[in-house]
């Protein structure tokens, strides 16, 4: 059975515990990093950081609105990624989860190939491995029937794991409690990705790719719309997705 993660950003407090669990859990080295005037840290996903907790500002009438989007790869239904390589298994799909995992043969594909065919700009390159990384779901956990490192890390409970039918019906049921205080809310993509992210205000303002965005991969084609793009990436399952979300 399919598994899914839902992560409900209405509960992050932005404690960082799930990017450091992932981290310590993976046995990621150390990175160098520097004072930027923001509790983001490090600046950007990196091959030794798969999991990356966002901060973004904006003006809320006189108030201002701080908004957290614990990010990660989606591991897409419909895998576009996937799309990019060149190799059988260098990019495979966990039958019994669900889960996207790349393996050590993704040093011989295109690095840049395969990042521009993720909507949601997560791969990235070892340097030493020449590997390229992401979240595999913490795949070794799961098959001994524990949590996802980041999932357990979590104490507010803004991170819930199971089956995704499951995942789902709570997904939906919460919807609909943040849309009493929160009319924008939604959850991101969920027809077409197994981690699904319920946010109360647009995407847009969490981070540029908090939905999916296909900008990258239509640099090959600028005669392509982004829903053109993205219907080519999810073709199965458009059919059941509601409009763009901005
Ligand atoms: S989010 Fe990106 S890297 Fe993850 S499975 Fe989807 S396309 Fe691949
Ligand atoms: S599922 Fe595992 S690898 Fe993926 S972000 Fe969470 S802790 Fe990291
Ligand atoms: S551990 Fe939970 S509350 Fe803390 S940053 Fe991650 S998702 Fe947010």
Known sequence: MPKAILIDTTRCTACRGCQVGCKEWKNYPAVATKQRGTHQNPPDLGPYNVKLVRFSEHQDGDSVKWLFFPDACRHCLE????????L???IIVDKETGA????E??????FETIKSSCPYDIPRLDPKTRRIVKCDMCIDRVKKNLLPMCVKSCAMGAMTFGERSDILKI????LV???????KAQLCDMENVNVIYLVAEAPSKYHKFAVADASDAMKGDPGMTRQQMLAGKFAPL???AGPAQG
């Open 79 to 86: 895998v576009p990624c996937k799309s990019g390589a060149e």
């Open 88 to 90: 059988e298994d260098s």
């Open 100 to 103: 996207v995992i790349y393996t």
């Open 105 to 110: 043969k993704t040093a011989k594909e295109n």
């Open 171 to 174: 997904a939906a049921e919460r």
């Open 177 to 183: 409690a943040v849309q009493k205080e929160n009319p």
């Open 238 to 240: 458009r059919k059941l």
